[in-house]
């Protein structure tokens, strides 16, 4: 099948510069701060959005959706229930790849590396960060596991919304927290014109950063 991609399109604004390796001398997080940036200034829907890669007990690769709650040196950070079936994953094999997809603005950013989980504290304050409605839900999903119809799903939020009542606080649930991403290595790609687009890898070695240019 074939996607007409329009007038610009994939190509990318042409007034941009070309991605260099000089965009990475301070490091891989200024600049994909800045590509973060211009995916909100964009308007793309849920820019923080990015496509979580892990592997199966069988090796096999399984993909699904997380929003990125957190960038610092560290790493890139995302919260989940560590029960669901990517946190299995990453409890059995703890190393993960995340890919941010900005097709308008022809960006996309994949960093892969070690995945662990962050300290109680981290995930305290991020969850009270979280409405209370989200909060609730969180306790009543057993994220991955099958249910019988939506109404028992509903009759579970019910549940526990009735167990909490309106005044408590409502606690974090139990095995739900964030994960943090360790880069090793980080992607950056910029749509170009026939298909000609600039990559620049970054990799860390111990403590040191390469960085090199792939063929697109
Ligand atoms: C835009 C978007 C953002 C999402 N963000 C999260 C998230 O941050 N954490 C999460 O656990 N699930 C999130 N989900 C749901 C996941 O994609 C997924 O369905 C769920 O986590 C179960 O995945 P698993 O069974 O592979 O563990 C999001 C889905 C979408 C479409
Ligand atoms: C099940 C689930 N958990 C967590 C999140 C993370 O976002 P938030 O903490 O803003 O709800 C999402 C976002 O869509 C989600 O669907």
């Known amino acids: 099948m074939r996607v007409g991609y329009g007038h610009q399109g994939i190509a990318g604004p042409s007034e941009e510069s070309d991605l260099d390796a000089e965009q990475l001398k301070d490091g891989w997080l200024p600049l994909m701060r800045r590509w973060?940036?211009?995916?909100?200034?964009?308007?793309?829907?849920?820019?923080?959005a990015m496509t979580l890669g892990t592997v199966d007990e069988h090796g096999h690769p399984c993909t699904r959706t997380v929003l990125c709650k957190g960038l610092s040196p560290a790493g890139v950070l995302f919260f989940t229930n560590y029960e669901s079936d990517k946190g299995r994953q990453l409890a059995a094999v703890p190393y993960a790849s995340v890919t941010f997809t900005w097709v308008p603005i022809a960006k996309q950013i994949t960093v892969r590396g070690p995945a662990e989980r962050v300290s109680a504290e981290v995930t305290d304050e991020y969850w009270h960060s979280r409405p209370r409605g989200s909060r609730l839900g969180a306790w009543a999903s057993e994220q991955s596991r099958p249910?019988?119809?939506?109404?028992?799903?509903?009759?579970?939020?019910?549940h526990v919304a009735e167990r909490f009542g309106v005044d408590v606080d409502i606690p974090v649930r139990p095995n739900w927290g964030g994960i943090l991403i360790r880069p090793e290595v980080v992607e950056f790609w910029q749509g170009r014109a026939n298909?000609?687009?600039?990559?620049?890898?970054?990799?860390?070695?111990?403590?040191?950063?390469?960085?090199?240019?792939?063929?697109?």
């Not at 973060?36 to 820019?47: K, Q, S, Y």
């Open 36 to 48: 973060l940036e211009d995916a909100v200034e964009a308007g793309i829907p849920e820019p923080n």
């Open 195 to 216: 298909r000609m687009h600039n990559r620049i890898r970054t990799s860390r070695h111990g403590d040191r950063w390469t960085v090199e240019r792939l063929q697109p």
């Open 147 to 158: 249910i019988r119809s939506r109404a028992e799903l509903d009759a579970a939020l019910l």
